[in-house]
């Protein structure tokens, strides 16, 4: 059966977000009967009652300073709701605890508060910690504490509702999946989003190329053959077979091509010795053919990146009639790959590419008058998914206006498309990222018990052979070293913080890393404050998060960004550039109530200098304030995780099945 686009549009079109708040903004204003004398009378009192608000602001600060300077002296009383010592964070000034995040206002109960278990004191804290001797080796592999300690949570708070009134089948189809096949973003949003759905009651499954790499995993031990089935590939058949396993608690089918030469085969997720077009071509097919062999007749195929924009286009050609309910999402996690594909070799999915050869579905009109012309899969995606998401509304925002989406821009743009597009900010995992459960951290820290953050300072001052400083500004970087991620913005930041007295740790690979690499190995060889560690450690980069003070995420894009949320997790103030979804979720202090980190604008490194410059600023000479920002982030940390995101996700799935 062949859908047109256009049709299946008409179809499945929803009112996005974006509409009915226009709806409301137009509703016909309230009619107001204030007399002249009513309107000055209000005037005055206004601006009395600001002048109040103002003297009141001012004494909060004072006392709040003054606070600082009594903790610091060992003067302050014990008592009350959070006891300080000379280690502890100060109470916030006003405009620091101001209860804002940038992306969500939760109604949770009081953070300060403990279910039933007293906080620990800063003595036994420090007293369970086995402290780096000097500068020691690989210091982050061993436990940090000679046995585990956590945190309680806040009281009364509940998970999400282990049964949905209105249950789905919901299954993805993707390229990664953390953690084992894991390259970037992509992997966590398939697993954070599939764990947090799975959580309400829906039936989740996840269909992965089985990778040769796999084979042998202890990660997917329990794979079990579930049969072996032929699928379409050129003018004949191919044969795959399909396994079962369990990751992470999700189910997943892992494909496997069978007498396919070398699809799949090698020892990381991308970049075998194989043609990555064909290999992904035939997973597509496979995926669809294993729904269809195994009768799994979702409600629900969320496709991801253009390693599967063939699958919208070959179910509604040819798998729709069988699946009458089944609707089709895409998500777009970067629009930096297109998938650029030629006709004839659309046929390994074995369909030619011919009917796929129009503008108004998948080719790629810059090759329009070329020999050969070719398709573009992203572009088949969009056009023939019922929904289309990226991952955050400023992205999806630059990719029509500022042109991120590139030639996709007049795709995008058109009316009908436009309608099913949207952008959602991805999640974290909020229980692997918790400094109050974290095991690889020496001491646990919250909002209600901050003091164990400064221990962590410590350790890795400690272990990296670093001033043991807690005065210095400590400023991290953990980050893939590509040209995306701003190189040259962080080798200028890496200079400011180097002059004026700071510390810099990075931690990151990629071909990329020659200027920072260089910088590293000469002129900061003998600076014991500059630590570049380049390679990549899951336990090291919990401790760095837990450790720094600020941390960097200068890129030049970045469609959402994940690290910047982990840090906002652990305490770590950000210092990001203005872009995708890093303009999302990090606000700058200066912009009035719920700021939550320093943002700049330029590509220069005078911009970024001029960021990490007001950081350091407010840290050395603010400090009430900085620990009352530093306490409001780990207060509001549970904010990026995947519930606000997967109501959204659900909320699309419910409106492309309506």
């Excluded at 077009?277 to 669809?288: V, W």
């Excluded at 943002?599 to 001029?610: E, P, T, W």
């Excluded at 900085?626 to 419910?654: F, K």
Aim: hydrophobic letters at 40%; one cysteine or more.
């Amino acid at each position: 059966m062949s859908v047109a686009p256009c049709a299946m549009h008409t179809r499945t079109l929803y009112q996005p977000r974006s509409c009915q708040s226009a709806i409301s903004i137009c509703a016909a204003p309230r009619r107001t009967h204030r007399t002249a004398g009513g309107v000055v009378a209000q005037a005055k009192k206004q601006a009395s009652d600001a002048d109040l608000m103002a003297l009141v602001k001012q004494l909060r600060a004072e006392n709040s300073a003054l606070r600082v300077q009594l903790a610091r002296a060992g003067l302050l009383p014990s008592g009350g709701k959070r006891a300080q010592d000379a280690s502890a964070p100060a109470p916030p000034s006003p405009q620091a605890r101001a209860p804002a995040s940038p992306r969500r206002k939760r109604e949770d109960p009081d953070p300060h508060q403990s279910k039933g278990k007293s906080l620990p004191s800063l003595a036994e804290l420090e007293a369970g910690i086995v402290w780096p001797q000097g500068r020691e080796d690989r210091f982050w592999e061993r436990p940090p504490r000679k046995a585990p300690l956590s945190l309680p949570g806040p009281p009364g708070k509940e998970g999400p509702p282990a049964t949905a009134a209105e249950p789905l089948t919901i299954i993805h189809i993707a390229a990664e999946m953390a953690p084992i096949a894991k390259v970037g973003g992509l992997a966590d949003v398939v697993t954070g989003l599939s764990k947090a759905t799975a959580a309400r009651g829906h039936s989740v499954e996840v269909v992965l190329p089985y990778y040769a790499f796999l084979e042998g995993s202890p990660d997917v031990r329990d794979a079990r053959s579930v049969g072996v089935f032929n699928v379409p590939k050129g003018n004949g058949l191919a044969r795959c077979e399909a396994f079962t396993a369990t990751v992470e608690g999700c189910r997943v089918l892992l494909l496997r091509p069978v007498d396919q030469g070398s699809l799949f085969q090698g020892q990381s997720v991308y970049g075998g010795a194989y043609n990555e077009t064909e290999a992904y071509l035939h997973f597509s097919r496979s995926a669809l053919e294993a729904v269809r062999v195994l009768d799994r007749r979702p409600d629900v195929l969320h496709c991801h990146e253009w390693q599967t924009g063939a699958v919208p286009m070959l179910f509604w050609e040819a798998y729709s009639a069988n699946l009458p309910r089944t609707r089709l999402v895409l998500t777009i996690h970067n629009f930096d790959s297109v998938g650029e594909c030629r006709q004839d070799e659309f046929l390994h999915t074995g369909m030619a590419g011919g009917a796929f050869a129009s503008v108004d579905r998948a080719l790629d009109e810059r090759t329009v008058g070329h020999n050969p012309e070719r398709l573009c899969l992203l572009k088949g995606g969009i056009v023939y998914a019922n929904a289309v998401t990226t991952v955050s509304p400023n992205y999806a925002r630059e990719a029509v206006r500022d042109g991120a989406a590139g030639f996709l821009k007049s795709t995008l743009a058109q009316p009908h498309i436009a309608a099913k597009f949207t952008g959602i900010i991805n999640g974290i995992d909020t229980e692997s990222w918790d400094p109050a459960q974290d095991a690889t951290l020496p001491a646990p820290f919250s909002g209600a018990s901050p003091r164990g953050k400064a221990l962590c300072k410590r350790f890795l001052q400690a272990g990296l052979g670093m001033s043991v400083a807690p005065d210095k500004p400590l400023v991290a970087v953990v980050s893939r070293l590509v040209p995306q991620k701003g190189i040259h913005l962080m080798e200028a930041a890496l200079h400011h913080i180097a002059q004026h007295g700071g510390q810099f740790v990075l931690l990151g690979s990629g071909h990329a890393d020659g200027a920072l690499r260089r910088a590293a190995e000469e002129q900061y060889r003998d600076n014991a404050d500059v630590q570049c560690l380049f390679m990549y450690s899951e336990p090291l980069s919990h401790l760095i998060y837990a450790a720094a003070d600020m941390f960097l995420v200068p890129s030049l894009f970045e469609p959402c960004g994940l690290t910047q949320l982990i840090a906002l997790r652990y305490g770590a103030i950000p210092i990001v550039r203005a872009t995708g979804g890093l303009a999302d979720t990090v606000k700058d202090v200066a912009s009035g109530d719920g700021g939550n980190g320093y943002v700049f604008q330029g590509m220069d490194g005078g911009a970024v200098q001029a960021a990490v410059g007001r950081a350091m600023a407010d840290y050395r000479e603010r400090p009430g304030e900085w620990q009352g920002l530093v306490l409001r982030v780990l207060d509001d940390g549970d904010a990026w995780s995947w519930d606000g995101p997967t109501e959204e996700y659900l909320d699309i799935y419910s409106k492309v099945l309506a």
